[in-house]
């Protein structure tokens, strides 16, 4: 069975703050996806990870890929309210995706 | 125009009712899924279905059937409801290992 963890579960940071969330595996994916879902509404895709090593921006996000394609890691900097939700990654192995628990973000003026 | 589209939002019903849940995709996309979202808001697969042809049957109660009259529609129906069917069912269709969701629909059981 193919798993994804990912930590923190929670993160409380103030406006302008910088944070890092995770996601783990022990096994090997063909790609890797990050999403947001706000309240009420289904996850967005942010970005897909595909090679080991890879570094993908999108504006104030930073993801990474990590070189055995089991892990990859979210950066944003100077988080604003706007930021807040809950973040997922989810594994691709042939047309079957695995999610993880979510990291809910929440970022305070 | 909405990519992934799902009907009805909310569905509040008596435990034993059958219900059916539909979602219509149209970004051309061949592979379609159900997840269903506890309230701990994990994300499980349930089905997948590939031009009409179901290819992943996750570990479901029987009583759930999906159906996919064409490639851009993949229905739920769920027989017998029970109060621990009680979730966020949301849609899905892909393309190149890229998933794009629907607003999801929120079932209560009673």
């Known amino acids: 069975t193919q798993l994804l963890e990912q930590s923190p579960q929670f993160l409380s940071i103030q406006e302008g703050e910088n944070l890092t969330v995770y996601c783990n595996s022990s096994s090997v994916f063909s790609s890797l996806q990050w999403y947001r879902q706000e309240p009420g509404e289904g996850p967005v895709l942010l970005v897909t990870?595909?090679?080991?090593?890879e570094v993908k921006k999108l504006k104030r996000l930073t993801f990474q890929f990590g070189d055995a394609r089991k892990d990859s890691s979210l950066h944003i900097t100077a988080a604003q309210p706007g930021d807040t939700g809950l973040y997922l990654c989810?594994?691709?192995?042939?047309?079957?995706?695995?999610f993880g628990p979510g990291t809910r973000l929440s970022v305070l003026p | 125009d909405t990519a992934v589209s799902q009907t009805p939002k909310y569905l509040v019903t008596q435990m034993g009712n059958d219900k059916s849940i539909k979602c219509e995709q149209n970004l051309g996309h061949d592979t379609m899924y159900w997840y269903k979202q506890d309230s701990k808001k994990f994300l499980k697969i349930m089905f997948s279905?590939?031009?009409?042809?179901?290819?992943i049957n996750e570990t479901v109660p029987n009583r759930f059937s999906p159906k996919s009259p064409d490639k851009a529609h993949l229905n739920l129906h769920i027989n017998s409801l029970e109060l621990g069917d009680s979730a966020v069912y949301f849609c899905a269709s892909s393309h190149s290992g890229e998933q794009f969701f629907g607003p999801g629909t929120r079932l209560t059981v009673l």
């Open positions: 990870v595909v090679t080991g090593g």
């Open positions: 989810a594994g691709n192995y042939g047309q079957n995706f695995v």
């Open positions: 279905y590939n031009n009409k042809e179901l290819i």
